[in-house]
């Protein structure tokens, strides 16, 4: 994880813009790393509530150096926040619908990619965390990671859920709290599917290097965890 702003930069400087037309009719863009294979795994990442910002493509460069074809969408349309306020208002004005038609149709297009064995796992950190697992709800996917998103969902929307979650979660989060993960384990375990939940001693965006809540060696561990989970299911 690239915790330097040049370095990052200059990580999100090697990747792709690819563009696509959702079917839904919208005209959205992501960030696209490969891996030296000819053929990989896929994930899908998404964004915390401040944007698709450097720092969340130079995660993707680290993912294709780990040998995956790797794939950070964006859901607020170029808009990058660096301030909360910014990020809030960003984030209330995302569209639930619109948003589903457009991480759904990314998993379609990762799934005929050239580059892909056909395998497509998601990940997302804070607001992007609710959405991976949005997203696998929405479409089935072979894995879920969720860093300390919004899971609060019943056993009946969790039904969907094709394969299994991976969840990390902070003890001194107030709002991704232990009610909510108690909630959606039981939710999981209703629904009969399969998860694996971590609980660090930090605080939310524990895994964010360029926050003060960043914990160095928490955020170690659950890469660690990451790329164990990720080598299993897909």
């Known amino acids: 994880m690239l915790a330097d702003p040049l370095l990052a930069q200059a990580a999100a400087a090697t990747l792709e813009t690819v563009s696509l037309r959702t079917s839904g009719g919208q005209d959205v863009s992501a960030s696209l790393a490969r891996p030296s294979a000819a053929k990989a795994p896929m994930i899908m990442l998404i964004h915390e509530w401040w944007g698709l910002n450097d720092q969340i493509k130079a995660v993707d460069r680290e993912f294709a150096n780990e040998g995956y074809l790797a794939f950070a969408i964006d859901l607020y349309g170029g808009k990058v926040a660096s301030v909360p306020d910014d990020a809030r208002s960003f984030m209330k004005q995302v569209d639930p619908e619109v948003a589903t038609d457009t991480v759904s149709s990314w998993v379609d297009w990762l799934r005929i990619h050239d580059r892909g064995n056909g395998n497509v796992a998601t990940i997302g950190w804070c607001f992007g965390g609710g959405w991976s697992l949005n997203t696998s ?11 300390y998103g919004n ?27 232990q009610k909510m993960i108690d909630g959606f384990e039981a939710g ?20 964010n290097p360029t926050q003060a809540r960043y914990d160095e060696a928490d955020a170690k561990l659950a890469w660690q965890r990451t790329l164990a989970f990720l080598k299993k299911h897909v």
């Open 137 to 147: 709800l929405a479409v089935p996917v072979d894995a879920t990671i969720v860093y």
């Open 188 to 207: 999981m375990k209703g629904a009969g599917k399969t998860f694996e939940t971590h609980w660090y001693e930090a605080n939310h965006a524990f895994a």
């Open 151 to 177: 899971v609060a969902k019943t056993a009946d929307q969790l039904k969907s859920l094709k394969g299994p979650v991976l969840g990390h979660f902070a003890a001194k989060d107030k709002w991704i709290n």
